[in-house]
T-cell receptor, first 113, second 114 residues
Framework: NAGVTQTPKFRVLKTGQSMTLLCAQD?????MYWYRQDPGMGLRLIHY???????AKGEVPDGYNVSRLKKQNFLLGLESAAPSQTSVYFC????????????FGQGTRLTVV | AQKVTQAQTEISVVEKEDVTLDCVYE???????LFWYKQPPSGELVFLIR??????QNEISGRYSWNFQKSTSSFNFTITASQVVDSAVYFC???????????FGKGTMLLVSP
């Protein structure tokens, strides 16, 4: 019972490099989300998707792009990484039912040097 | 705009003490949902409870209890007889009508010492 799986778990990037974080869920959830967690800031929503082929901006979308080509996958891309993007990234998914809880992945710790 | 405030950054207690984590929220919607999540030192986020705005009944689950008061826009979380395993960061979150995106508070780190 995998739930929400994030790949990779850890990554170190140099400034200006690009990378893609992969999120996969096996619960047939419609909604998927990307959050970032920074010390003292809680979790902040980057982008989200309400279904295959759809994406929308969250609170802190700048510097990130996302794609939802398949219902079970939600990709987060950094085109040109910056030190300010050093963070822990969490993917989550939830059912369509309003107010339902979100299930989170284990997180990806990204360091940009 | 929705907002969640957890004024307590860090709380330290000794095992078996009771502890209350405060959560105050702001929303213009009449229909909304409140959540508590736990983040232990291992880093994952664990769902604890969900409460909708029409249900002000307090809830108890073992040593955990939640007090929802719309009059003060608060959704406080109490741990009775705390244990070392309760040491974690606890997040309160709010979801308004719409796509179930969560707005999180900044979290309260609870340290329970033996």
């Amino acid at each position: 019972n995998a739930g929400v799986t994030q790949t990779p778990k850890f990554r170190v990037l140099k400034t200006g490099q690009s990378m893609t974080l992969l999120c996969a869920q096996d619960m047939n959830h419609e909604y998927m989300y990307w959050y970032r967690q920074d010390p003292g800031m809680g979790l902040r929503l980057i982008h989200y998707s309400v279904g295959e082929g759809t994406t929308a901006k969250g609170e802190v979308p700048d510097g990130y792009n996302v794609s939802r080509l398949k219902k079970q996958n939600f990709l987060l891309g950094l085109e040109s990484a910056a030190p300010s993007q050093t963070s822990v990234y969490f993917c989550a998914s939830s059912r369509v039912l309003r107010g339902t809880e979100a299930f989170f992945g284990q997180g990806t710790r990204l360091t940009v040097v | 705009a929705q907002k969640v405030t957890q004024a307590q950054t860090e709380i330290s207690v000794v095992e078996k003490e009771d502890v209350t984590l405060d959560c105050v929220y702001e929303t213009r919607d009449t229909t909304y949902y409140l959540f508590w999540y736990k983040q232990p030192p291992s880093g994952e986020l664990v769902f604890l409870i969900r409460r909708n705005s029409f249900d002000e009944q307090n809830e108890i689950s073992g040593r955990y209890s939640w007090n929802f008061q719309k009059s003060t826009s608060s959704f406080n979380f109490t741990i009775t007889a705390s244990q070392v395993v309760d040491s974690a960061v606890y997040f309160c979150a709010l979801s308004e009508a719409g796509y179930s995106t969560l707005t999180f508070g900044k979290g309260t780190m609870l340290l329970v010492s033996p």
